[in-house]
């Protein structure tokens, strides 16, 4: 049981102690990506959807989902962010938009729950926004790409 942090040594849940730690400065950038029809890549990329601007809807959905990861996920640290962005990469040729949140702090203990909410968050945002246009569109491909501080270093996908 020794192997994972969130368990003690009778196998109980705990929050990690992160109080001894030194603040480093601390990065993660993770990924996801939305599929969907033409025609509702096309009403998204114009501005056209109904309910309003999809992606700067999704962009502040990301960010306020970053600042509330603590209130979803049990384990994580209620944590002071330094910066949060958001950004969305459409690729017209699959019709497919690409989100990436950065996250980053000077803390005792890592963002890549918060990058991940972010991105998680942000997807859902579009579809929420879109549903009406397309049910079929499809969340996937949600992962860290790449993370630097802290006790474990950097890691790239």
Not at 36 to 59: H, P
Not at 63 to 73: C, G, W
Not at 132 to 149: P, T
Request: hydrophobic share 40%; with cysteine; glycine share 6%.
């Amino acid at each position: 049981m020794s192997d994972f942090t969130h368990l003690d040594e009778k196998g109980h849940v705990r929050m990690v102690d992160v109080s001894g730690k030194a603040p480093t400065d601390r990065v993660a950038v993770a990924q996801a990506k939305i599929s969907m029809t033409a025609q509702t890549f096309f009403k998204i990329v114009n501005n056209d959807v109904r309910k309003g601007n999809v992606l700067e809807t999704a962009r502040i959905a990301g960010i306020m989902a970053a600042k509330k990861t603590p209130d979803l996920i049990p384990m994580c640290h209620p944590l002071n962010i330094g910066h949060v962005q958001v950004d969305f990469s459409p690729d017209e040729e699959n019709n497919t938009i690409a989100i990436t949140a950065s996250v980053r702090i000077l803390d005792r203990t890592g963002v890549e729950m918060e990058a991940l909410t972010a991105v998680s968050v942000a997807a859902l945002t579009i579809y929420d926004m879109c549903k009406s246009h397309d049910r079929a569109m499809v969340i996937s491909d949600i992962c860290l790409k790449q993370k630097s501080g802290g006790k474990s270093g950097t890691y790239i996908r």
